[in-house]
Each structure stands twice: as structure tokens, then as C-alpha cells.
């Protein structure tokens, strides 16, 4: 009996993954719980094992395709079962041509392209029933002037498609001299490219004409071609992710953050001499990040309410601290978390930290690593920001902003001095907690970073 493989759902709010690569190939024998396929998220890249023993009969979805979850990717057979092979998954984003439209167009937008044009151009134009796509503009980056307009003479009617029109008027060439390769002899966009480049279909005036044609089409259009098109880039995979998720975050929750300044002397002499002291075996670096982290913990056991979750059933007030680090990456954002991160010293919390880090930039995170988090910290302090406003993230009650520790000049004991201070910043949901205790906490905090010795009691 055939065995269906789906798109795994990984968390509440995983919606499609994309397949990166098969271990196995059609044909090839597959084991129970083997390593079938490799699928990315927005958070992480992991491998889907086979559900059933067999033989992979047929994969509906090659690497490289998007699919929503609980699709079906893959069938198993068992050895010597026969079944009927089914149409392979589309790509995300992909399109089927229509029958009236011909596949080697492309689908007209239904909103024209801006053309560059001075203001009296546009008016000349309209007034005239010119498109000004088809006029070729020789003003600054191709920009259709008056005496562009004035100087139009449309095209004599042949028989080519919009695309075609538009491109060969921008390339400053007769669609007459081009041979179209269309149905009953239409000339395409695909023909025009093929003129501009030198090849393709002859065109009808001969190669004499065509050779004197395309050099001088080609000067021509060179200021054009000289100007960058602007790039679009698809709002897909993890940039999807978190566009639909910092937009949620933000409307479904009643956001505010509260800010206050640390002075930072007291925890760097802390940093500076853990990091001084000689230890067998080595033991980590710790950084104020570390420090910073440890206290976090300290506080939330202070003030539980900033430790929860509002759900459905309502706040969840959770007894142990699943502290959440945001790490960012080449193409997004993860927050991984430590779990029980109130149970450890800070000589356990700083490693188990930097190991999850690691294992995010590297693609390695399991899905107990992402899942379950009940508080964030996100450090900007190595990019030289001084303060923010973080988003939460859901269902999380607060987020804490770290920005950098600066010299700055402070007034202590009646004296000018230079001190080293430091801008944390808490974006709570409000209707989770009220300003004042989501205030305290934030400041119980500051006074553990002030005077670290406090960690100790």
C-alpha cells in the first residue's frame, strides 16, 4: 500500500517550508525514520524522516520547491507495488499560462510600468493618445522629454505582442525588420531580445539591413541601458516569516516600552576580572551580555508576571525561565532559548549560550531550541546603538533591548566624572501588566547591573 509524505508542521506558526535537498533519489530503498528530505523554515533547517520502510516511488516536490504544510512531497511504495505516478507539486509562485496566452510571454501586469517622463511630456502624450511605453526617451536615465513626444511616429501596424512593443521601442527598433516566430507569425518579446542580441529570425528587410540595424540600435539605447533597473526582492521564506510576524505582534498586542540608564562601571569591573582570573580548565569569556542574562533571571523570579504568556485560556505564568537570545542571521532573525536558564551560574549560562548562538548561525538548531521561550533579550550593543524599541515576540509577555555601554559624562558624589553607562530598554504587553510593576521590574534589574554584589544575596 502507497505511503504518503507530507510537509511536517513544526510550531503553531509554521505555514510552508521549502525543500532544500533529497537524500534519496526515485527508485532508491528507504528505511523508517531514515532521512528522507531536508526542509528550511523561517527558523531553522532540519530533516523529515521517512514515516514507512519501502521504496521512494515518486517526489511530487524537487528541492528548491516552496509548499504549504501537510502537502504531500513524496510517495512510498512497497517493494514491488505499482501505482500511478501523480503531477508533481508547483513551484511557489509559479503561474499556469492560459490558454489564450501564449507560454512564451509574459503575463501582462495589470497596472502599466512607470515610464520616466517630464511632467510635460505626460500631458503632450495623453493629450496625443501615445503610450508613453513605447516612446524612447533620450533625456537624463532614458526620461521621455516634450521632444521625444513631439517626435513619436507610432509603428506601422504589425502584429506583435505589448511586451514586444514596448521593448522594441525602448531599444530604438523597427518591428517591420523582425521576423516573428509567434502563432500566424507573431513577433514576441523572446524575438526582440533575440534581434537586439544579433541572433534569432532573420529579419524581412535581409542581413544587410539587419547588420546595419542592431550596432545602431544598440548605440542608441546605450544611455538607457546604462541606467540600473530596480531589483525586487520576493518577501518569501524567513523574510516572509517575520514580516507576518512582527506585523502580528504589533496588532495584536497592546505594546509599550520603558526605558532606563544603567551605569555600567560596577559590571564591567565584574567582566574584567572574571575574565582576568585564571581558571583550569579555561572557562568562558564572559561578556555583558552574560551578566546582563543571569540578572534577567534573577528579576523574573522578582516579578513572575514578566515571565508569561497570554494565551487563550489566559496568562500563563510560567515557574522556569526559558531565556530567549536573539541571533541574527545573513537572511532573518532567530531566538533560540536556553532552557532553565534561572537554574545556572553564570559560569553555565555564558557557554549554553554562546553553544546556541553557534548552532543558529550554523543552520543546527533542534526544535526544542526555538520553541517554548518565555522571555527575550536581543543585543544591538555590538552595532553601535545606543537604544531601540524591540518588538515582542508572541506569546512572550516582555522583551528586554540591549544597547552599548559608552563613556559618558556623569555627576557623582557632586563631581564631574566619565562613567560608563548603558540604555536598557523593555517592551512589555500591557495588557498582560500595568506600567508601574513592569517598571519596577526594569529597575530591580538596572540595580543588579549597578551593583552586582546584589546577585549574590
Known amino acids: 500500500m502507497a505511503t504518503e509524505v507530507v510537509m511536517p508542521k513544526w510550531g503553531l506558526t509554521m505555514k510552508e517550508g521549502k525543500i532544500t535537498r533529497w537524500f534519496k533519489a526515485e527508485g532508491d530503498p528507504v528505511g523508517k525514520g531514515e532521512p528522507l528530505f531536508e526542509v528550511e523554515t523561517s527558523k531553522i533547517t532540519n530533516a523529515v524522516e521517512a514515516p514507512a520502510a519501502g521504496t521512494l516511488f515518486q517526489i511530487l516536490a524537487p528541492a528548491g520547491t516552496t509548499v504549504a504544510v501537510k502537502t504531500v512531497v513524496a510517495v512510498l511504495v512497497e517493494p514491488g507495488e505499482e501505482t500511478e505516478r501523480r503531477p508533481l507539486q508547483p513551484l511557489a509562485g509559479a503561474q499556469e499560462p492560459t490558454a489564450a496566452e501564449p507560454t512564451d510571454q509574459a503575463p501582462v501586469s495589470s497596472a502599466p510600468a512607470f515610464v520616466p ?47 514586444a512593443i514596448a521593448l522594441a521601442a525602448k531599444a530604438g527598433l523597427d518591428l517591420e525588420r523582425i521576423s516573428g516566430s509567434g502563432p500566424g507569425a507573431r513577433i514576441t518579446k523572446a524575438d526582440v531580445l533575440k534581434a537586439m542580441s544579433g541572433g534569432g529570425p532573420a529579419p524581412a528587410a535581409g542581413p544587410e539591413t539587419r547588420e546595419a540595424t542592431i550596432p545602431q540600435a544598440r548605440a542608441e539605447a546605450a544611455p ?18 517575520i514580516a507576518d510576524n512582527m506585523m502580528a505582534s504589533l496588532h495584536q498586542s497592546a505594546q509599550l516600552t520603558v526605558f ?84 545556572m551560574g553564570l559560569q553555565e549560562l555564558a557557554p549554553a549560550i554562546r553553544a546556541l548562538a553557534d548552532r543558529a548561525r550554523q543552520g543546527g538548531l533542534t526544535l526544542d531550541e526555538i520553541q517554548g521561550g518565555t522571555f527575550t ?81
Not at 117 to 134: E, N, V
Not at 328 to 340: F, I, Q, R, S, T
Not at 401 to 430: N, P, W, Y
Open 377 to 457: 533579550i536581543t543585543n544591538v550593543s555590538m552595532l553601535g546603538v545606543d537604544g531601540f524599541t524591540p518588538i515582542l515576540n508572541p506569546p512572550e509577555t516582555a522583551i528586554l533591548g540591549v544597547g552599548r555601554a559608552s563613556d559618558q559624562a556623569a555627576v557623582v558624589r557632586g563631581e564631574i566624572c566619565v562613567r560608563k553607562k548603558m540604555t536598557l530598554s523593555l517592551t512589555f504587553d500591557h495588557r498582560v501588566v500595568d506600567g508601574a510593576p513592569a517598571m519596577r521590574f526594569l529597575r530591580t534589574l538596572a540595580d543588579y547591573l549597578e551593583q552586582p554584589l546584589l546577585l549574590l544575596t
Open 260 to 343: 532606563v540608564e544603567v551605569d555600567a562601571g560596577a559590571m564591567t569591573d565584574l567582566r574584567d576580572l572574571l575574565r582576568a582570573r585564571p581558571a583550569e580548565p579555561p572557562g568562558p569569556r564572559i561578556s555583558y551580555n552574560d551578566i546582563i542574562a543571569l540578572a534577567v533571571c534573577r528579576a523574573l523570579k522578582e516579578f513572575p508576571i514578566m515571565n508569561s504568556w497570554l494565551t487563550e485560556e489566559g496568562i500563563v505564568v510560567h515557574r522556569q525561565v526559558n531565556l530567549g537570545v536573539a541571533v541574527a542571521l545573513d537572511d532573518g532573525l532567530v531566538v533560540p532559548n536556553v532552557k532553565n536558564a534561572d537554574r
Open 224 to 241: 538607457t541601458a546604462a541606467v540600473a533597473e530596480p531589483g525586487v526582492i520576493p518577501l518569501a521564506g524567513m523574510r516572509r516569516v
Open 117 to 163: 517622463a517630464s511632467p510635460i511630456a505626460r500631458r503632450l502624450a495623453k493629450s496625443r493618445g501615445i503610450d508613453l511605453a513605447l516612446v524612447r526617451g533620450t533625456g537624463p536615465g532614458g526620461r521621455v522629454t516634450e521632444k521625444d513626444v513631439l517626435e513619436f511616429e507610432p509603428a506601422a501596424r504589425v502584429d506583435a505582442s505589448p511586451q
